[in-house]
Every structure is written in C-alpha cells, then in structure tokens.
Nanobody, 116 residues
Framework: QVQVVESGGGLVEPGGSLRLSCAAS????????IRWYRQAPGKQRELVAL???????YYTDAVEGRFTISRDNAKNTAALQMNSLKPEDTAVYYC??????????WGQGTQVTVSS
C-alpha cells in the first residue's frame, strides 16, 4: 500500500520561508518523479516544481529562484524549500509521487498561507 504524506505547511508573513516535506512508503522512491502541486481557492491545481530520478529539476516561472525542490532517496523523502514567500503563494500544496503512466500517488495536502 502506497502512502504519501506532506507536512510543514502553516501561516507565514510575506517574505518569510517554509519548508514542506513529503514522505512516501510502499513505492520504489528512487525511480519516481516527485512533483509538488498547489491549488489556490477557485483555481486549478498547478505544477510548482518537480525532480526526477536523475535529479533534473523544473520550476514554474512564478517560483523560479525562490523555491528549491530536493529529494533524499535513502529516506524516501522530498522537500520543497520556499523562500521570499508572497501572498499569491497561498494554496494547498500537494506532493505527487509519479511512477509511470496513470500511476501517480497523491498526499492529502498541506495548507500554506502567506499573510501579514
């Protein structure tokens, strides 16, 4: 049984930082593409960042230079370091562990709120 659990969300002031974590079990983590998505109220879920098995990384333009995705295959975990946070980063953030076509596993999401 595959489980994906996110943690690390919370309330932070503009300009602050948060570090999200994603822990997975029941899957060959080292072969997976790890993707972070977010969904703001009234908006579609969007891809924020990903890291593949070869440590290639991708960031959407809105977070490039502020967010850093990483993975630790030995611990079956991934992280999203978010710096210089803006109110528009407010969303529920989801980790997706993608194994192959139609084989992706989602966590329950973690709320990030950026507000003064």
């Amino acid at each position: 049984q595959v489980q994906v659990v996110e943690s690390g969300g919370g309330l932070v002031e503009p300009g602050g930082s948060l570090r999200l974590s994603c822990a997975a079990s029941g899957v060959t983590f080292s072969r997976a593409v790890i993707r972070w998505y977010r969904q703001a109220p009234g908006k579609q879920r969007e891809l924020v960042a990903l890291v593949n098995s070869g440590d290639y990384t991708y960031y959407t333009d809105a977070v490039e230079g502020r967010f850093t995705i990483s993975r630790d295959n030995a611990k079956n975990t991934a992280a999203l370091q978010m710096n210089s946070l803006k109110p528009e980063d407010t969303a529920v953030y989801y980790c997706n562990v993608y194994i192959g076509p139609r084989t992706g596993y989602w966590g329950q999401g973690t709320q990030v709120t950026v507000s003064s």
